[in-house]
């Protein structure tokens, strides 16, 4: 055999060697990945019936049933008007904001929540539709951040469509006030005004503006009714506040959460979420209170909003 055919068998071979290793190669790394696929597959099947509760706890949802949830909303009767207040922050803030604030109303269980600062109408009416035995509305006020309110359909016997007041006093109210007159199932009687008042930069002459301008339609429009005046009033109730015009006026009016010592605003720290009434109210007031749900949704002031709810208890 010459030296030339020696040499070309002698690189077939290796030729041959080299391609059967690389088929044998890929074929094991074939093989390993079908393996790790079904190794997966088994596992899915094995915890399919099992709660990712780790997940679930990073965005705020619960997870436990049976979860004591005194710690974050109060106690009260079923036959009682229960209003409650709540800016939701440029609702929403989060794809898992609406499933939380779901889980909140589902808990808080109130007749109706005054709500402020709706960025997404649609998701917010998404919300309501999802809601069980609740509603959402929202009126359209200036400054696309929207006012509305969430309500529980089998809790009143009458609820009026909601009206707008101040429309041409956008310099008191960057948002106009709205309007609701309802019937409760227990019979009681009563107007509910929302308001998201001016914030900052020349709010404090403008909250002021609002709050004599509301006292003259209470006093003028509705003196002989039951009236509830809710939302952001975006001051406290501290001295020098421009919301003395009521405090002076006791006979006939009470912030009913002026004695709370929790701040509906705990980032500041302050509180800046009311719940004003009539005297036709005085003595139906039973309790008052603000409440914590980041004791009960991680990362609330994150994911739902810088602001707590107040709620209010009426019998």
């Known amino acids: 055999m010459s030296l030339y055919h020696h040499l070309n068998k002698t690189i077939t071979v290796e030729i041959l060697k080299y391609c059967i290793t690389e088929w044998l190669r890929r074929l094991v790394l074939q093989a390993m990945k079908y393996l790790i696929g079904l190794l ?5 099947c094995q915890f399919e019936r099992e709660p990712d509760l780790e997940m679930e706890e990073e965005i705020g949802l619960k997870t436990d049933p049976g979860k004591d949830i005194s710690a974050c909303y109060p106690a009260y009767y079923n036959n009682e008007l229960n209003i409650a207040t709540w800016n939701i922050q440029d609702f929403p803030q989060d794809v898992n904001t609406k499933d939380l604030v779901k889980t909140l109303i589902a808990d808080l269980d109130a007749d109706l929540i005054a709500v402020q600062e709706i960025s997404d109408t649609v998701a917010f009416v998404d919300l309501g539709n999802g809601l069980e035995m609740y509603s959402a509305h929202y009126s359209n006020v200036r400054y696309n951040l929207e006012v509305g309110f969430i309500y529980k359909e089998s809790a009143f016997t009458s609820l009026s469509e909601s009206t707008l007041l101040f429309e041409g006093d956008a310099n008191a109210f960057p948002r106009q006030v709205v309007r609701l007159d309802a019937t ?7 107007t509910l005004l929302i308001v ?5 930069g020349d709010g404090l002459e403008r909250r002021k503006l609002a709050s004599e301008a509301l006292k003259q339609y209470i006093d003028e429009e509705l003196s002989d009714q039951a ?6 009033f975006n001051d ?3 001295s020098g506040t421009p919301f003395e015009n009521f405090i002076n006026d006791s006979t006939n009016y ?5 004695h709370l010592t929790e701040m509906s605003y705990p980032s500041w720290p302050s ?4 719940i004003l009434i009539t005297d036709e109210l005085f003595h139906k007031l ?7 749900p980041e004791n009960c949704i991680n990362d609330y002031s994150i994911l739902v909003s810088d602001h707590r709810p107040v709620l209010a208890s009426f019998r």
């Open 254 to 258: 009470q912030f009913a959460d002026r």
């Open 286 to 292: 039973r309790m008052t209170e603000v409440i914590l």
């Open 40 to 44: 997966a597959l088994l596992c899915c």
């Open 227 to 232: 009236v509830i005046v809710t939302g952001d």
């Open 184 to 190: 409760h199932v227990s019979g009681l009687e009563f």
């Open 271 to 274: 509180h800046l979420d009311h």
């Open 196 to 200: 998201h008042l001016k914030c900052c």
């Open 236 to 238: 406290d109730l501290e």
